[in-house]
């Protein structure tokens, strides 16, 4: 009988979503530990949220501010993992404040730097890159001939899931991508764009 209201109350009080919450947090935190150990290159991590784990790769800088990787709930959670590499020693990635990256972010700086601002909301499966990784001339598939060009996603942007943002893009401050959208080119401050092609939709 004790152990009985005893168990109500837990209930009652949202003792199971404390638990669930603790699962969650026990379940995930090996696989965090398992991409800390993956990764090769040094970065900062004392003042970022990992939800996620997090593989980061390659021979350039990362620098992280006070942000978030990882969302629950949301899908890909125990599923995937964010991959960040700065591949050459040219490369540069940043992510600013109070930015979220969603599950199952990619981001790739090859050559020049992708630069992610504050307060900028990012949804899952969204891949930013800065270069072409191959020329389109079938001579220059495999010779390191290819274009690339900085990435620069500014204050209080939001990207829906499943969008791509290529090279030379810059994404202006408070704008919105349309999920499911390719960004080919820079977009201006406060417009909502989409589309593949994305284009703009509406000022905001």
Known sequence: MIISRAFKKFKRDGGKLILLMLIR???QFPRIVFYYYLSDISVDRKSVTFNQPVLFVGKGSIKLRKCFIGVWPSPFFFSTYAHIEARTDKANISIGEN???NNNATIIADKTTISIGD?????QNVFICDSD?????VEN???GKYDVAPVMIKNSVFIGAN???LKGVSIGVNSVVASGSIVSSSVPDN???GGIPAKIIKQL
């Open 141 to 143: 598939r495999s010779n």
């Open 119 to 123: 307060n900028v909301l990012i949804g």
């Open 133 to 137: 990784f191959h020329g389109l001339e």
């Open 191 to 193: 417009v909502v764009v």
């Open 25 to 27: 947090k026990v379940v």
């Open 163 to 165: 969008v791509t943002i």
């Open 99 to 101: 930015t979220w990256l």
